[in-house]
């Protein structure tokens, strides 16, 4: 999908959290995706760990450099500054 509103919400929630703290929200998204992909779509375990890490791969990255485009480095970045800092 072109516009993916949780793919959105997994770089916010990083962006909202010290870089520490990332494998531990990592750990909770990987645990709500196998629970949906699993429980309600029938999917198989290891494609929802597939879809798991691609999707974990992809905040990652957003967050990473949504993080250097505002110059904050490793600090949290807030959705202010980071508005601020993109003209």
């Known amino acids: 999908a072109t516009l993916w509103p949780p793919a959105g919400l997994y770089v916010a929630m990083l962006l909202l959290h010290p870089a520490r703290r990332w494998p531990t929200l990592a750990a ?3 645990a709500a995706n196998l629970a949906s992909d699993t429980l309600l779509h029938g999917r198989p375990v290891a494609a ?3 879809f798991c890490a691609a999707n974990a791969a ?3 990255a957003g967050a ?3 993080r250097r485009l505002a110059g904050g ?3 949290e970045v807030s959705p202010a ?3 601020s ?3």
């Open 73 to 75: 480095g490793g600090a």
């Open 81 to 83: 500054v980071f508005l």
């Open 58 to 60: 992809e905040a990652f």
């Open 64 to 66: 990473w450099l949504a």
């Open 48 to 50: 929802s760990l597939g």
């Open 28 to 30: 909770a998204a990987l």
């Open 85 to 87: 800092r993109l003209r």
